[in-house]
């Protein structure tokens, strides 16, 4: 006679699908700076809940998030030697690795969001990516990052005289600091996880990236004014370790390349809509959102970053300005 426990187990075994009955035979562990409610952090579980869907249950990705493996350079570092499978970074942390990524720092570059993506998405997408194969590194897909702007603590930037002699926290990347440069700015390369406290003492007179970070940061605590000039517009990647993946399948490794790319459309959705949210909270908050003047002069003066860049990245930038 069949015990009610071993009555109970089938009934399970036939209700439940088969790929939750599977245990992963491969856990892949993911690096993220962002905090759990972040839309790149969200987009990581969703990206691994699509591997553990098209991998049958085979294959499980664990997100480690609010930088708790480390920096984004440290992280890049243990992703080239194995350490850590995979990681959402910034394109400023690997550039480095693939020099003509150079190009996508140049300030107002695209028409609007559409452009970028487009490039993104077609053949200089893809070479960029396969560029940084050179560093170790497996570039999956890219994740959007919002627009790009300067914040200050003591006052509003309206003008570009405004940000004359300023001393501005950039990335830690030859392409930022130029960048900023060309708008009489002073840069100063330091760790993100070190801003809030060089913006509080007044090391920093402000400091520059997109409104989701700004907010989630809390920078809008103590530099209250943040002017959309929208300077430039820098996608976000995941990364591979060449090192796990040469230990896979090459079906695993498309498989990988596919999720990545299923789940941009969500990151850029959720991103927009955080976008809206925050914007919201922010003017409550006491922070003014301001649109600066005469935004030609901006372009203008900014657009002398582009022509200092080596030839490989002029070819670049021509055929992203072709893209249609």
Known sequence: ????????????????????????????????????????????????????????????????????????????????????????????????????????????????????????????????????EAGRLVGLGWFEAGARSFYTVGAPLKRTADLTGLHIRVQESIPMMSLVEAFGVTPIPMAFANVYGALRTGEIDGAENNLATYYASGHYKVAPYYTLDEHARLPEVIIASAVALAEMAPADRELLRQAAQDVAGFQREIWASYEEEISRSLQAAGVLLLRPDNLGLWQKLARSVWSGQPAEVQKLLQRIQETR
């Open 1 to 132: 006679m069949i015990s009610r426990i071993a009555l109970l187990t089938l009934a399970v075994l036939f209700v439940l699908p088969l790929s939750a009955q599977i245990q992963p035979t491969l856990i892949l562990r993911m690096s993220e700076i962002q905090p759990e409610d972040f839309p790149t952090t969200k987009a990581d579980y969703e990206f691994a809940r699509r591997v553990k869907e098209l991998s049958k249950g085979r294959i499980a990705v664990e997100v480690y998030a609010g930088g708790v493996l480390g920096d984004e350079v440290s992280v890049i570092e243990q992703v080239q030697f194995g350490g850590i499978d995979l990681a959402r970074v910034s394109i400023a942390a690997v550039q480095l690795f693939a020099p003509r990524m150079a190009a996508l720092f140049m300030p107002y570059l695209y028409r609007d969001d559409n452009h970028m993506w487009k490039v993104l998405t077609g053949p200089i997408g893809r070479e960029l990516l396969a560029d940084l």
